[in-house]
């Protein structure tokens, strides 16, 4: 796809894809500050469901309402990661050896850089289900590719040590969690995985991400719960910690990858946060 160079050149920009394309021009679409029409012809289509586009059709109803000037634009938040160098990197448990720290320095792409994302986020087997479900062909990760993904990776992962430190009302930065955990999910957006509603209470435009965490559970309750997760009836299983933040740094005793719409973005550490307004859409 090729974007237009400067805002003149063109009224909106079109993309025919899905979760991923989008998130490759995130940063493009944002300088450009231009309309964005999203026709889902990708394998998970997360986003355009989130903005009320469900099919090409219906990707074609809003463009013609936009084209006639009927108010069909919307403006929504973007979530940011930014990889952390080790330097900046909390000082308490998980401890770092400097191997990591080494690896950190290597893997971080650009320390301070940030990479915008439109749905999900992740690390954790969310990331290492995304990472697998790449490897498939495209037109099977279109069907089904994330739930087909999930039942090997259950299988051999265990749970990570991470540490999630949130930023509070008077701008303090205090530990939120520092525990065995499978899964950290950050959302603009309630879905990702073609439909896993893993943040069902998300919404792209309250200036807050919704963060839910899966504890170490055993894997025989890890099967168990995510069907329920396809229906955001998740929330009330034991283990689950779902709460809205604006900005949080998280750690891991080893250096893990963080996937965010699909896509791989860096490793940890990272800091997440939200930016209100950045992306006008079309729906």
């Known amino acids: ?161 991470m540490e999630i430190s949130v930023w509070g009302s008077e701008g303090t930065m205090g530990t939120r969690s520092c525990e065995p955990t499978v899964l950290a999910a950050f959302a603009n957006a309630p879905a990702y995985g073609g439909g896993m509603k893993i943040a069902p209470r998300a919404r792209l435009d309250d200036g807050k991400l919704d963060i839910c965490l899966v504890r170490g559970v055993n894997r025989l309750k890890l099967f168990c719960l995510f069907p329920t997760i396809y229906f955001g009836r998740h929330l009330k299983v034991s283990g689950i910690e779902y709460f809205q933040i604006e900005r949080l740094r998280l750690e891991t005793d080893k250096p893990q990858d963080v996937y965010a719409d699909g896509e791989y973005v860096c490793r940890t550490p990272i800091e997440v946060s939200v930016t209100r307004a950045a992306l006008r859409v079309i729906t």
């Open 1 to 161: 796809m090729g974007l237009p160079q400067r805002r003149e050149e063109a009224d909106a920009v079109l993309i025919l894809g899905g979760d991923g394309t989008v998130h490759r021009h995130l940063a493009q679409l944002v300088a450009l500050n231009l309309p964005v029409l999203v026709v889902p012809h990708g394998s998970g289509n997360d986003f355009a469901r989130a903005l009320g586009l469900g099919s090409w059709r219906s990707a074609l109803t809003a463009w013609r309402k936009f084209a006639r000037g009927g108010g069909s634009l919307r403006t929504i938040d973007l979530g940011v990661i930014s990889p952390l160098p080790a330097s900046e990197a909390g000082t308490g448990e998980p401890t770092r050896t400097a191997a990591y720290e080494s690896e950190i320095r290597q893997r971080s792409s650009s320390p301070g850089a940030s990479h915008f994302f439109c749905c999900v986020g992740g690390v954790g087997l969310d990331a290492e289900v995304a990472r697998r479900a790449n490897q498939i062909p495209r037109w099977v990760r279109g069907h089904g590719g994330y739930a087909l993904s999930l039942l090997p990776a259950i299988c051999q992962f265990t749970p990570l040590q």
